[in-house]
């Protein structure tokens, strides 16, 4: 059998392997036939993982502007990653197969695996609502096209990833005449499939979705005839059960937009309104901490929340889960933009 090195015992060159930068794993599967079978295994990102050679990375989508006030231009839509350990930034190269190139306006990102979920948003050319799903897959650096989401093509939808690092789930959001709805259908991109699920036994329009404590939370949102009056109540989900359980009417601590609601890594949730950030470790929201900023985007990895602000040139900070202080994070000034999606992945 061919060595991954030759002259170094396999684990020693595992291991080898294991530290290559998540953005150079397909340069090294291309080094040889031995490497491409190697880092193309299933194992070799969860042992990556086990070996704590993996890497956090976030992803944003992106409107970003000109920084220069006297050449005003219409917004690019973009798709930044940010490596928080380094802090470094790169831009992700654009699917082929978009329309002309550009990234579907206002498209949602979520992270299943190694696998960049990009779905939803404005068509670029046509500016209809699109159903379309693309996939990026960051251990071979590849675009693919999946499924289209089944059904009325759907906007300001809820939308999270599962723990099974395959499945990812689409709740809620509103039809091309504003009807808010209760379907909800979840896709697994391993076999690019789309399976429908119960209803919701509420309406909710700009929901939030979230995997919680083994469970899917919808959020929030409101109901057709209710535009844009927010409810507190949420719905839960099992997956192993594929049942919805009774609807909790005063989830969240106030009728605002669930938008900054997330689950960190400690087991608790925290939401960011009026100037503050609170937290629920169980059913009790309590403010913890002060915000610097209004707030657009809030993603978590480990124990670090990436909170950025809601602005054009918004300034952005990483808040600490256990101390609640928070720390400016330096963006670069081509890197500046609103960011009304963004996920992390840890590859």
Not at 45 to 61: C, D, E, F, N, P
Not at 132 to 138: D, G, K, M, Q
Not at 216 to 230: A, D, M, N, S
Request: charged share 25%.
């Amino acid at each position: 059998m061919e060595q991954l090195i030759p002259g170094l015992p396999d684990d020693v060159a595992r291991d080898c392997l294991f530290r290559v930068p998540y953005n150079y794993l397909s340069d090294a599967a291309y080094v040889c036939k031995v490497w491409n079978q190697e880092i193309e295994q299933p194992d070799f990102l969860r042992l990556r993982k086990a070996t704590g050679r993996s890497q956090a990375i976030v992803v944003m989508a992106q409107a970003r502007v000109n920084p220069n006030p006297g050449r005003p231009t219409m917004p690019e839509f973009k798709l930044s990653v940010f490596e928080p350990k380094t802090s470094s930034w790169e831009e992700l190269p654009l699917f082929p197969g978009f329309c002309k190139g550009l990234l579907p306006r206002f498209c949602q990102v979520v992270g299943v695996g190694s696998d960049l979920v990009v779905m939803g948003g404005l068509d670029p050319c046509t500016w209809e609502v699109s159903n379309s799903v693309f996939i990026y897959n960051f251990v071979s650096a590849t675009w693919r096209s999946g499924a289209d989401m089944p059904g009325v093509k759907r906007s300001f939808f809820g939308f999270a990833s599962g723990d099974d690092n395959r499945t990812m789930f689409v709740v809620g959001g509103h039809d091309n005449e504003k009807n808010a709805l209760r379907s909800a259908m979840a896709y697994d991109v391993a076999k690019n499939k789309w399976n429908v699920m119960a209803d919701m036994e509420k309406e909710r329009d700009e929901c939030m979705a979230i995997l919680y404590r083994g469970k899917l939370h919808v959020i929030g949102g409101y109901r057709t005839e209710r535009q844009g009056q927010f409810e507190r109540s949420a719905e839960t989900f099992d997956p192993v059960t594929s049942k919805w359980d009774k609807v909790k009417e005063d989830f969240l601590p106030a009728n605002v937009s669930p938008k900054s609601c997330v689950a960190c890594h400690d087991g608790k949730l925290y939401m960011f309104s009026d100037s503050h950030v609170a937290v629920c470790d169980g059913a009790t929201w309590q403010a913890v901490s002060e915000v610097p900023a209004d707030v657009g985007s809030v993603t978590t990895w480990q124990d670090k929340l990436l909170v950025t602000g809601s602005g054009e040139l918004q300034t952005a900070y990483v808040l600490d889960s256990y101390s609640y202080s928070s720390t400016k994070l330096e963006m670069p000034e081509e890197y500046r933009g609103h960011v009304y999606s963004s996920c992390y992945l840890e590859i």
